[in-house]
């Protein structure tokens, strides 16, 4: 990054991406650091297929080519569009305190999912998501979904859908908290893992601009986040898998009262058709938060999760 020149953010064009990509530059503006967007095409903004079709990656491959070749300094992802398996060419410099990582429904007359009638229409990008609504047994119809918020959001409001199931963390970022008719709690639906959550990255070999992102890190947010993804790397599964996981910094007493912080992670496997749903939790400390996500994806892979895993690869081939 050259000297006294404005930090360039490569972002996706879209009103969430940009929202997104701005609530970084300005927090690095308002620490005295120029900062400016740069939109780049991926190739998930220019497909219309299926994302478990398209694969891990396609929204952020474009933005880390773009980085590595010295178009942009840096690039803010949704953390969940990552693949699992570690670049060493980049550092993920920021984990900044996450949104509300669930999910949300948007339906049609102000509806919960339990008010809906049996062969309502949702839609929803996610296989996770499909999963687990069929798993919960309410005779509901998924179709998929593709498109920007807005776009989903009306294809309810037009009457084409009954409703639809998006990241809560989306809406909230672009001001459309009204529309949801209800958030979806884990015990209903396990969200993505790092859903909610976003990825500042930059060269790993610019350590000075990594210093500088360091500044805009949580913590918390940070130990929840990398014990979601180790457990969805071990399960080998790729972000498009039907898998869910939300873990939490929580606060604990010990007999002698004095307060401690814990990690509690839940997470979860579910067959595409929701015939089955394995489910999993553990409890660590922050600073372990890898092996807390080694060892609930050990007990997943214990209670049969490989299974759900291979039935769902065989069925895609």
């Known amino acids: 990054m050259p000297n006294n020149a404005a930090i360039r953010i490569g972002t996706r064009g879209s009103l969430l991406a940009t929202t997104q990509a701005g609530a970084i530059r300005d927090a690095l503006t308002a620490r005295g650091h120029a900062a400016e967007l740069v939109i780049v095409s991926t190739e998930g903004d220019r497909s219309d297929a299926p994302i478990a079709d398209i694969g891990v990656g396609v929204f952020t491959a474009a933005l880390r080519e773009a980085i590595a070749e010295g178009s942009v ?43 809906l009638p049996a062969g309502s229409v949702l839609g929803t990008s996610s296989p996770r998501r499909t999963a687990q609504l069929r798993a919960l047994g309410l005779g509901l119809e998924i179709r998929p979904l593709r498109g920007n918020l807005d776009t989903r959001l009306n294809r309810v409001t037009s009457g084409d859908l009954d409703g639809v199931v ?25 969200p ?13 070999e610019d350590v000075e601009l990594a210093a500088l992102l360091a500044e805009l890190d949580d ?3 940070r130990a929840a986040v990398t014990a979601e993804r180790v457990l969805l ?13 939300i873990a939490e910094v929580v606060e604990s007493i010990d007999e002698e009262g004095n307060v401690f912080e814990e990690l509690s992670l839940r997470g ?20 372990r938060a890898r092996e807390l996500g080694i060892s609930v994806a ?17 069925e895609r081939e």
């Open 73 to 115: 300094d840096m690039a803010v992802h949704s953390y969940k569009d990552l693949p699992t398996a570690r670049d060493e060419r980049f550092a993920i410099a920021a984990i900044p305190r996450r949104e509300d990582p669930r999910d949300a429904l948007v339906a049609r007359d102000g509806l919960v999912l339990g008010e």
């Open 192 to 204: 993505a893992p790092a859903q909610g959550a976003l990825a500042v990255e930059c060269r790993a």
């Open 298 to 314: 050990a007990e997943l892979f214990e209670l049969g999760a490989r299974d759900l895993l291979v039935d769902r690869t065989q």
């Open 219 to 221: 913590p918390d947010t």
């Open 233 to 245: 790397a071990e399960l080998e599964a790729g972000c498009s898998a039907p898998v869910g996981a």
């Open 166 to 190: 998006v990241a809560r963390a989306g809406l909230a970022r672009i001001g459309r908290l009204a529309a949801i008719t209800e958030t979806l709690e884990p015990v209903q639906m396990l």
């Open 268 to 287: 979860c496997v579910a067959a595409v058709d929701g015939s089955d749903v394995i489910r999993a939790s553990g409890i660590g400390t922050p600073e």
